[in-house]
Each structure stands twice: as C-alpha cells, then as structure tokens.
C-alpha cells in the first residue's frame, strides 16, 4: 500500500531526499537558457511576442508603421463604427490618450474598413472628437495577422515592440487602459 | 486553437466558457464525492460558489487597490463587467478564505473536506488545459517532433495536451488508490500534480525566471514538499490510532 512510504520513517526518509535531490537536479538541468542574439520569435499577436509589424493609411492620407513607434507605449485597438461597445470605449480611450501622449503614449485605432466603410469611420471620428490617428485596414490583412476574432479587440505594447496585455471585448474603462499603460511607460526605453 | 464560438451576432470566449463548465463540473463531481464521505453534497456546492464569488471580489478589489489612482477618478468603472481588470493572487486568497470561513460556518472544516473536493480540482486541472489549449494560453517551446502542433507562428511541445494528459492520470491514480486516513487523497493529488507541474514546465515557452530557475518548477517544488511532508504526519497519526486499537482489542 503506498500509504507504507509514509508510515515507515526509513522509507518516508528515502522519498523525501529522493524527490527533492532529482528536482533540484532536473529544475538546474532545464534551467532557462538567455535567449540568443537573432533567435527571437517570430511576431505573434500573442502576449509576450513581437507585435507584428503593419503600415496603414490614416483618415488624412498619410501612412503609419508600427515600426516606427518603437520606443513608445503603443495601444492597437481594432473597431468599427458599427460597433456599440467600441463606440462606447473611444471617449475613455481618447482621454487617455490626451493624457498620457507626452509621456510617449501613442492610440493607433485600427478601423476593419474592410468590413466597414471609410465615410462611415471619417463620421464617427468626428462626432466623438476623437484627437488620435485612425487608421484603415482596407484588405482586413492587419487584422487577420492579429487573429481578430471580436470587436473591439485591444493590443497593449511596450516600448520594445512587444505585446504586453490584450483585451478582447469592451468596453474599456479610462482606469483600465489607465492602469494597463502606466507600468508600460514606466519601463525604459530600449 | 478555437479562441472564440460565434453563436449568431454573439462571439463567446472558448477559454472562459470552458472554465465555467470546467468549474460547473468540477462542483458536480465534488457533491458527489463528499455524499460518499457523508457530508452533506449541498455544503461542498455552496463551498465551491462562495469560494468564486468571494474571490472574484477579492481580485477586484486587489486591482483597485494596486490601481487606486485611476479608479479614484473613475469609481464606476470598479464595477464593470471585465475580467481583464482582476488581480489573480488578491483573488485566489480572497477564495481560499471565503471558503475556509463557511466551512468552518459548516463545521466542516477538516480533512475530509479536502478529500471530497479532490476529484473536482482533478477535474478543474483538466478543464484548465483544455481552456489553455483553446485559446493558446501555456504554450510550449519549440520543438520539430511528431506530434508538436502549430502555434504563434511555429511548431510546439503541445504542452496543454501534457497537462490535459497528466490530468487524467493523475485522477486514475487518485481514484485507484486506498484512503487509509482523511486528507490523503487530497495530499496525494497536490504531490502528484505538483510533480507533473514541475516536470512538464521544462517542455513550456511562457516560462518567468527566478534566480535562474523556472518561477513554476520552485512553486512545484515547494507545494510538492508541503505535500509531503503533511501526508507524512497524517500517516503517522492514523498509524499511531490503528496501533492503539489493534493493542485495546
């Protein structure tokens, strides 16, 4: 009966030394190697993965690379205008971003123009006063290389490119995002 | 991976959906088991509910609380229906104490208690892999083996099937085993499923490390020996009792 290991001081002796000995000795040998210089993943839309890379036309006609905003806080936010709890969460969204944006916080808000319509996205985006980017995923390529899957659907990255957080659904409160970015501009940048 | 269900206009997260059927069943089996025990199936049940309710505000109240700046500004949003805004170790505290304080309500507060909701956290364990493996969540390292699956742009350990796996083996072997006191096949599963933790964390991509060492394999570790150490007294209590009825007959 295994109960029998525990009873006997000998045997319970045994299983104790044994168990902690090859754990220790297991845990060391697979210790976590430093990752190589070039061996990183490839970008994921994935927590703790390189955000993949996309350059999208914004609502004035000037074109936006992520890449480009390395160094900074950047939040993805993927929306259409047709939908309620995306409409809901831009005011809050925008707030922050008000707020935040000299401290290196950039919103780029991801419109599925291809499931949407650019007259529709120019309206919304002045009706709410939204003061951050728009930009237009008109092949929906962006968003299927971020595995959309519900709107909205939110994407925090940090300074060094890489996602930190996501939220899928909203809305979004103003201390959610608040708190979501405040660790990411605290970080240095790389 | 199926991350999300459509059902007509309505997208339902696969993860959170199969975690509250895990939970649901988890519940279920453990009612039944604590009626093997004789104790009352509703006391586990209710047990198991205030545990949730409890923690999830627990864990609401841990992020506010960490986050109180923000939220001072915006107090409705600590009611908002999100589950991104939850802090899981105020949570899983706020549970454990929930719980413990209406078993305690319930007398039944012991041992026995433990071993009845064993086969509902074999069950949980199990559901949680499946919720992992739904949503991506707990992926393994890269590996070119025959059966790694395809996951964040490259071939993977399978490391929620692992788990899914070990889950099961572990309730055979639970089940299977004798019950000579209270309290052991609680303490029996925590061993075993801490082991399998410590073992297949090697073959995980997600891991955090600590002094050089994986976070999960020292928290497998250190649960592993409690583990043992608890099954230890337990047995030498029961056998002290057996010994002294076998001398009294």
Redesign the interface.
């Known amino acids: 009966m295994w109960v029998r290991a525990f009873t006997e001081p000998r045997r319970w002796n045994a299983l104790m030394i044994g168990v902690v000995a090859l754990s220790l000795v297991w845990m060391f040998i697979v210790r976590p190697a430093m990752p190589e210089a070039g061996a990183a993943a490839p970008p994921s839309p994935q927590i703790g993965f390189a955000a993949p890379d996309f350059t999208l036309d914004t609502l004035d006609g000037q074109a936006i690379a992520l890449s480009d905003l390395r160094g900074q806080v950047v939040l993805i936010n993927l929306w259409a205008s047709w939908c309620p709890p995306c409409r809901a969460e831009m005011p809050a969204l925008d707030a922050v971003y008000r707020k935040y944006r000299e401290a290196g916080f950039v919103v780029l808000a991801v419109n599925t123009t291809f499931q949407d319509s650019e007259a529709d996205a120019r309206a919304f985006a002045q009706n709410l006063g939204l003061t951050f980017p728009i930009l237009l995923d008109r092949d929906g390529a962006t968003s299927r290389r971020y595995q959309m899957q519900a709107l909205p659907t939110t994407f925090f990255v940090g300074r060094d490119g890489t996602i930190r957080d996501i939220v899928i659904g909203g809305p979004m409160s103003e201390a959610l995002i608040a708190s979501k970015i405040e660790g990411l501009l605290a970080e240095e940048t790389q | 991976m199926l991350?999300?269900i459509r059902i007509a206009s309505l997208?339902l997260?696969t993860r959170g959906l199969i975690l509250l059927a895990a939970f649901w069943i988890a519940l279920e089996v453990a009612e039944r088991a604590a009626k093997r025990l004789g104790l009352r199936g509703d006391d586990v049940y209710n047990l198991g509910l205030y545990g949730v309710v409890g923690g999830l505000i627990g864990a609401r109240l841990g992020?506010v609380i960490?986050?109180w700046s923000?939220?001072r500004?915006?107090p409705?949003?600590?009611f908002?229906l999100?589950l991104?805004?939850l802090s899981p170790v105020a949570g899983l505290f706020a549970a454990l104490a929930t719980a413990y304080w209406y078993a305690r309500r319930k007398g039944i507060a012991n041992r026995r208690l433990l071993d009845a909701l064993t086969p509902g956290l074999v069950a949980f364990a199990a559901g949680l892999a499946l919720a992992d493996l739904a949503s991506?969540d707990g992926?393994g390292a890269?590996a070119q083996l025959p059966w790694s699956i395809n996951l964040?742009?490259?071939l993977r350990h399978p490391t929620q099937i692992y788990h899914l796996l070990a889950a099961i083996g572990i309730g055979v072997v639970v089940w299977r085993?004798?019950r000579?006191?209270d309290g052991?096949h609680f303490g029996?599963f925590v061993a075993l499923y801490a082991?399998s933790r410590?073992?297949l964390e090697?073959f995980h991509?997600?891991?955090a490390?600590v002094a050089?060492?994986?976070v999960v394999?020292?928290w497998s570790?250190t649960a592993?020996?409690a583990a043992?150490v608890l099954?230890?007294r337990?047995?030498?209590e029961?056998?002290r009792d057996a010994a002294l009825i076998h001398e009294s007959t």
Do not use: C, H, K, M
């Open positions: 991350p999300v997208t997260q992020y960490q986050y923000f939220y500004d915006d409705g949003a600590i908002a999100n991104n805004t991506g992926y890269p964040w742009g490259e085993s004798s000579p006191f052991a029996l082991a410590l073992l090697t991509g997600d891991n490390a050089g060492l994986r394999q020292v570790l592993l020996v043992l099954l230890r337990w047995a030498e029961w056998a």
